[in-house]
């Protein structure tokens, strides 16, 4: 294993698979976007709504993007299905914008892992949807969900 190694690895488990996801999850809520890009192969390919970003260092701009964008992001994903080494999710995340607009944002996405357990490819459809500020449901402090706040099915999204 290197030095670059994201456990858990492929082929993946319903464990594992779970693990990975909330792996993803907690890196993303950081809002890090170095530290985001790092588990990623070096030329992973993204979809991401109409954008396309290619390699590690296009995905860092993209992510200093959206977290510029996207202020008070808060994510919770959740598995969906699994082979050996793919994850497909749903998610949802909730966010302002600079004028105070909220919103929660809900999607898709569908992994493809090296043997690293770095993801070389990721396929995301999100909608954006309004919210008011007494509609959300991501109340955390700024960081990883904690471990008792409940997760997309109990939030009933």
């Known amino acids: 294993m290197t030095e ?25 809520n950081t809002r890090d976007p170095a530290r985001v890009a790092l588990a990623y192969t070096e ?29 008070e992001y808060r994510l919770i994903k959740e598995l ?9 999710v749903r998610f949802a995340y909730e966010w302002r914008d600079d004028s105070g607009h909220w919103f929660r944002s809900h ?26 500020e007494a509609e959300r449901k991501f109340r955390w402090p700024q960081g990883p969900r904690p471990a008792g706040h409940p997760g997309l099915s109990e939030l009933g999204l």
């Open 4 to 28: 670059e190694a994201r456990p858990p690895l492929p082929p993946f488990t319903q464990e594992t698979a779970i693990w990975k996801v909330r792996a993803a999850e907690d890196g993303w």
């Open 43 to 71: 030329d992973s390919r993204w979809r991401n709504r109409a954008e396309f970003p290619r390699g590690r260092d296009q995905i860092r701009g993209f992510l200093e993007r959206k977290w510029a964008r996207e202020l």
């Open 80 to 88: 969906w299905a699994f082979t050996d080494n793919r994850i497909a």
């Open 107 to 132: 999607g898709n996405e569908n992994w493809e892992f090296d043997a690293r357990g770095l993801m070389a490819l990721r396929f995301a459809s999100i909608n954006d949807q309004p919210i008011t």
